[in-house]
């Protein structure tokens, strides 16, 4: 699958066939959030790949599909960094596109882990003075809905707005 249709395909997913995915694969996965662009290269990101499914029992308190995925991805942000929100958002899409690519689905679960942020850290041992940016839970998808997209029309502008 080439970028642009991996960019094409991508769709968030919650809901998973419950099936694993190969440890090679999650961490090429992982490897393209490694790869994202960041202001100034300060490349301010740690991500923790998480498969213990206790773990995931804490996340599903109140997000329970999360159970069924393969993994969840901790996006960790260091906010000495001026950039740190674009760049965290960067490599979660760059994180999303490659799983695409492979043939997996995702979300980008930012709703509940801002609201549980605190909590999420102890539970991940993320040191204090890191921000959890957000959880990407990933598995096989079971279905793949398909969001209303503005039209190419409606948001393209040339020259002038
Ligand atoms: C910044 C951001 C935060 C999001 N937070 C959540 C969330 O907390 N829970 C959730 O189920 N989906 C979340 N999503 C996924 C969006 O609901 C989803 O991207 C949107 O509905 C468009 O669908 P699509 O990704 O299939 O194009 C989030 C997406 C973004 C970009």
């Known amino acids: 699958m080439d970028a642009f249709e991996a960019i094409q395909n991508r769709h968030t997913v919650r809901n998973f066939t419950g099936e694993e995915i190969p440890k090679e694969s999650l961490e090429k996965i992982v490897d393209a959030g490694r ?3 960041s202001g100034n290269n300060l490349q301010p990101w740690d991500f ?3 498969t213990n499914k206790d773990i995931f029992a804490y996340f599903a308190q109140s997000t329970d599909w999360v159970t069924k995925a393969a993994a969840v991805i901790a996006v960790v ?3 000495s960094s001026r950039w740190w929100v674009e760049d965290g958002a960067a490599a979660v899409q760059n994180i999303l596109i490659a799983a695409t ?3 997996y689905g ?4 930012e709703g509940v882990t801002i609201e549980r ?3 999420y850290k102890i539970l991940l041992n993320i040191p204090q003075r890191k921000r959890l940016f957000t ?3 990933l598995g096989i998808p079971a279905d793949i809905p398909k969001k209303e997209k503005k039209s190419f029309d409606q948001v393209i502008h040339w020259e002038k707005f």
């Open 48 to 50: 923790i790949i998480i």
């Open 117 to 119: 942020e605190a909590e």
């Open 106 to 109: 995702g979300c980008w679960l």
């Open 135 to 137: 959880l990407v839970p």
């Open 35 to 37: 790869l994202a662009a």
């Open 77 to 79: 942000m260091d906010p």
């Open 101 to 103: 690519a492979l043939g």
